[in-house]
């Protein structure tokens, strides 16, 4: 019986280790799929902007957005500068942050939508939920 115990200890490695090159290229995979979905479609960066201020306690006072050149293209293309004014946002261009990357301010409250941290927390719940349903 400890014959077999050793054989089986290696095959149970390669296991992990495949599942393991399996992970990182599927997260890889995910992470490239959803940088081309946030640069080609626009709806991506506009829900994100509700969503976000949405989170913010909305008081009458101005929202400051800063986000990625091209995604304020976006948010611009979406709302007329009558509608910025409405809605008292003041969009500022931060060519440093990545698309789909949001950094919100309103008074006191700020909120920070990161894509990485945002992929990064929805790769953990997927994972999380595979090895629930796996038994592990």
Same mark, same amino acid.
């Given at each position: 019986?400890?014959?077999?115990?050793?054989?089986?200890?290696?095959? +149970?490695?390669?296991? &992990?280790?495949?599942?393991? +090159?399996? #992970?990182?290229?599927?997260?890889?995979?995910?992470?490239?799929?959803?940088?081309?979905? #946030?640069?080609?479609?626009?709806?991506?960066?506009? +829900? @994100? #902007? %509700?969503?976000?201020?949405?989170?913010?306690?909305?008081? $009458?006072?101005?929202? @400051?957005?800063?986000?990625?050149?091209? =995604?304020?293209?976006? !948010?611009?293309?979406?709302?007329?500068? *009558?509608?910025?004014? =409405?809605? +008292?946002?003041?969009?500022?261009?931060?060519?440093?942050?990545?698309? &789909?990357?949001?950094? !919100?301010?309103? $008074? =006191?409250?700020?909120? =920070? /939508? /990161?894509? *990485?941290? %945002?992929?990064?927390?929805?790769?953990?719940? /997927?994972? &999380?939920?595979?090895?629930?349903? $796996? &038994?592990?």
């Amino acid at each position: 019986m400890k014959l077999a115990e050793q054989l089986a200890t290696p095959l +149970q490695q390669l296991d &992990g280790e495949v599942e393991n +090159q399996m #992970v990182a290229m599927v997260t890889s995979l995910a992470k490239e799929l959803i940088r081309v979905e #946030v640069q080609t479609n626009p709806q991506v960066i506009l +829900q @994100t #902007v %509700r969503e976000v201020i949405a989170e913010l306690p909305m008081a $009458g006072r101005t929202i @400051t957005l800063q986000l990625h050149p091209d =995604d304020l293209a976006i !948010v611009r293309d979406a709302y007329n500068e *009558d509608d910025l004014a =409405d809605r +008292q946002w003041k969009l500022q261009a931060e060519p440093a942050m990545n698309r &789909g990357d949001l950094h !919100v301010q309103s $008074g =006191d409250s700020n909120v =920070d /939508f /990161f894509m *990485d941290d %945002r992929i990064r927390q929805l790769l953990e719940q /997927f994972q &999380g939920v595979n090895k629930q349903h $796996g &038994g592990e």
